[in-house]
């Protein structure tokens, strides 16, 4: 295209200039210049060719001595923008190989990055890494720290430094750091979330209340996760006032938890708890009924009762039914009419309602069921051998819901957001669960119990 375009250009002046020259051949003419003795006799076609060539000549010498002029200022450029390719080339070789983790290979690229390139906030990070896949920790500290000075590469140096008391178990200096970040890019979800683990960690729940409501505006959290976890440090919150007497507190943060996350187990209980401190029944009364259809837990049943202010047997049997419409095909709710059946000596009721909890959980009987079999045959008859058949099978059968810990699967009598036995946050919840030791932490809370023959009623 370019060639041809250069042709036609070509071919255009030639023809230009062969009109011009036949233009002038047509209409000859004389010039003469007299200048100091000097006498020039010439057509007027060769004068004007001549200045046209005379200028021709001008031009190009200028061009010469701007070339001369400027040639070493480019040649110099050029081989500063070489050096700057070929630094960025070692650079980018250098994070490969960290990536692929060939330290070798890295710290060669470092080094020849870091001469080739004036640039230390570019180098220093690939430097630090190839530190750290050498296992040179304390190298990369010092590079993560330098990277401290420059604003550019604060963060990131940041960054590096909370990985490294992260993964040495410095929670505090972890903390310190993860606040300075925060402090610089106060909207990074990885800062945010990084903050809550440890605040919560450490207990410090007004900070980790805090930092939610932080991360909850930038959106560093699933809007389901935040309102959860923020129920969770509301109720530790209240938990902690209840213990330092702070009775007003304790209600105003176990209401906030009930309306982050009305589905929190552990939410209802704890605030149905405080109404019923605080002398307000109803409040109570209807916290229970709303959980309970939610999701029936024993411990609301007997909240249920309380704020019902039954006195007796027969009340409880009242109370558990109203309760128990609410839900009405629940394990559970068969569970808590089989309670206070039993209670009142109904022993037909009782038997009726536990045989209901078997078919609705399933068709396996739990312990629990199992359990209060076993007492039912021993109160009503006096049948030892019935109620130990019952008890051989509790120990073989599913365990009953409780809180468990939904990382490590451990066991749980009360709720807490950290769970004791791996310290993780928030992750206890009240499941159902099967009697086996050394299922998978990760499935423990999802397996239903294993399929078991019903038991006879009679
Ligand atoms: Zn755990």
């Not at 109404?275 to 049943?301: F, M, S, T």
């Not at 009762?305 to 109203?322: M, N, P, Q, T």
Request: charged share 25%; with cysteine.
């Amino acid at each position: 295209m370019r060639t041809i375009r250069r042709i036609l250009g070509f071919l255009v002046v030639a023809a230009a200039l062969m009109l011009a020259v036949a233009w002038f051949a047509d209409r000859p003419g004389e010039v003469s210049v007299v200048w100091q003795g000097w006498r020039i006799d010439t057509s007027f076609g060769v004068l004007v060719f001549g200045a046209a060539l005379l200028a021709l000549v001008a031009i190009a010498l200028a061009r010469l001595w701007q070339s001369l002029v400027s040639g070493p200022r480019r040649f110099l450029r050029w081989r500063r923008d070489r050096r700057r390719r070929q630094g960025y080339a070692a650079l980018t070789s250098g994070l490969v190989a960290v990536a692929a983790g060939d330290p070798r290979e890295a710290r060669r690229h470092a080094r020849r990055a870091d001469v080739l390139l004036d640039e230390p906030p570019l180098t220093m990070l690939l430097a630090a890494q190839t530190a750290q896949l050498l296992g040179d920790e304390d190298e990369a500290k010092r590079h993560f720290r330098r990277m401290l000075d420059n604003p550019e590469t604060a963060f990131l140096g940041l960054r590096g430094l909370i990985t490294q008391a992260l993964k040495s178990g410095d929670t505090i200096e972890a903390l310190m750091l993860a606040r300075r970040a925060r402090d610089l890019r106060p909207r990074t979800a990885w800062v945010q979330t990084t903050l809550l683990d440890l605040e919560t960690r450490i207990g410090d729940w007004p900070a980790a209340q805090e930092t939610l409501r932080q991360a909850t505006k930038h959106a560093a959290l699933p809007p389901a996760q935040a309102s959860r976890h923020a129920a969770a440090i509301a109720l530790e919150r209240a938990r902690r006032a209840v213990l330092e007497n702070r009775p007003e507190e304790a209600l105003a943060q176990a209401e906030l938890a009930w309306k982050s996350d009305p589905d929190h187990a552990a939410v209802a209980p704890f605030l149905a708890e405080r109404y019923l401190a605080d002398g307000r029944a109803r409040a109570a009364l209807r916290i229970v009924e709303q959980a309970w259809a939610r999701g029936p837990q024993p411990e609301l049943a007997d909240l249920h009762a309380r704020a019902r202010g039954c006195g007796d047997a027969l009340s409880r049997v009242k109370a558990a039914e109203r309760l128990a419409a609410l839900a009405p095909a629940h394990p559970e709710s068969h569970l808590v009419l089989a309670r206070a059946a039993q209670a009142a000596r109904l022993w037909g009721e009782a038997r009726r309602h536990l045989a209901a909890a078997i078919a609705a959980g399933g068709g396996a009987a739990t312990a629990g069921i199992a359990r209060r079999m076993a007492e039912i045959e021993e109160a009503e008859k006096g049948d030892q051998a019935a109620a130990r058949g019952w008890l051989e099978r509790a120990a073989q059968a599913p365990e009953d819901a409780g809180w468990i810990c939904g990382a490590c699967g451990t066991a749980h009598a009360r709720w807490q957001a950290i769970c004791g036995q791996c310290g993780a946050f928030d992750r206890i919840s009240w499941t159902a669960r099967a009697r086996v030791a050394a299922l998978p932490a990760a499935t423990a809370t999802a397996s239903a119990p294993p399929p078991q023959d019903g038991p006879k009623t009679t």
